[in-house]
């Protein structure tokens, strides 16, 4: 597996996101800073929406207008969603057109999903939607992405991992994630991408690239389930609930638990 990931200089870009979430509303918001024309989209009426997307610097769009005109695409709902979504999504968005997935399963949450078995997360939301995606920012807190960027070079900048079986789309979203303060670390093909899914040691452990790189390399596809649902069950038992600091603490240390 290769690690770095050579960022290709990108221009002012029009970027679909699915998902005003914790996680989709802080991409929307550092994304229009950076400069790009961001359309969002989620369950709520279109005023609501449009509130919520001028909040964040936005244009509200429908869910078949925020695929689109665009360049990327971002799908930032969980991960139980992506099979309700309208089958012909992306029928008329052309293959060069980069999307990118930020999710995760866990059976607590989402339950058990036909087809997902034998796959990686991201195998089995690119066959849900009839395209490869890209695996990106799922493996950082929203806390991370919202308040933790650092300027390129700068000391302690956290690195995320990228996945994708398309070397120009990995490109690309290296790029974003640069743009929105951190580095990043080639994470392979889709089909290795279960060493960035929950319960692995770069799962929101807030690394460098030199960790991050270690942790890919160390991850146990055999143990992640059971360090993910022990994990998710700290998290959600939790009262008072962690702080940020410790709910890092606690994905540091899942593996010794287990
Ligand atoms: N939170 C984290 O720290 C974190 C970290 C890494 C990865 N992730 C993953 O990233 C994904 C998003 O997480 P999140 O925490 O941002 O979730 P969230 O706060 O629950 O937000 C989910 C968003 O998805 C929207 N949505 C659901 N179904 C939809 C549909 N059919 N069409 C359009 N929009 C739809 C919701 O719309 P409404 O607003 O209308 O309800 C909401 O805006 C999840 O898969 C999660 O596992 C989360």
Request: proline content about 4%; glycine content about 6%.
């Amino acid at each position: 597996m290769t690690q770095f990931i050579t960022k290709i200089k990108i221009k002012k870009m029009n970027i679909g996101i699915i998902g005003t979430g914790s996680i989709g509303s802080t991409l929307a918001e550092k994304l229009s800073n950076a400069g790009h024309q961001i359309k969002v989209n989620n369950t709520q009426d279109f005023a609501e929406l449009s509130n919520i997307a001028e909040q964040l610097g936005a244009k509200a769009a429908t869910i078949e207008d925020v695929v689109k005109d665009v360049e990327a695409i971002i799908l930032s709902i969980p991960f139980s969603a992506y099979k309700d979504l309208p089958k012909d999504l992306f029928r008329d968005v052309p293959q060069e057109v980069v999307i990118m997935d930020t999710s995760n399963y866990s059976p607590l949450r989402d339950g058990e999903l036909a087809g997902l078995e034998g796959k990686t997360e991201s195998e089995y939301i690119s066959e849900t939607l009839g395209r490869p995606v890209v695996k990106v920012f799922n493996m950082a807190w929203a806390y991370t992405l919202k308040h933790q960027s650092k300027a390129a070079g700068e000391k302690g900048r956290i690195a995320i991992s990228i996945a994708s079986d398309n070397d120009e789309h990995k490109r690309l979203a290296a790029e974003l994630v640069d743009q929105i303060g951190f580095d990043s670390v080639d994470g392979g093909s889709l089909s290795l991408s279960w060493r960035q899914e929950p319960g692995t040691p770069a799962f929101c452990t807030e690394l460098n690239v030199e960790e991050l790189k270690e942790a890919l390399n160390e991850a146990d596809k055999g143990t992640a389930p059971a360090i993910r649902d022990y994990t998710i069950d700290q998290l959600m038992k939790a009262d008072p609930p962690l702080s940020h600091e410790q709910a890092v603490a606690l994905m540091r240390s899942g593996s010794s638990k287990i």
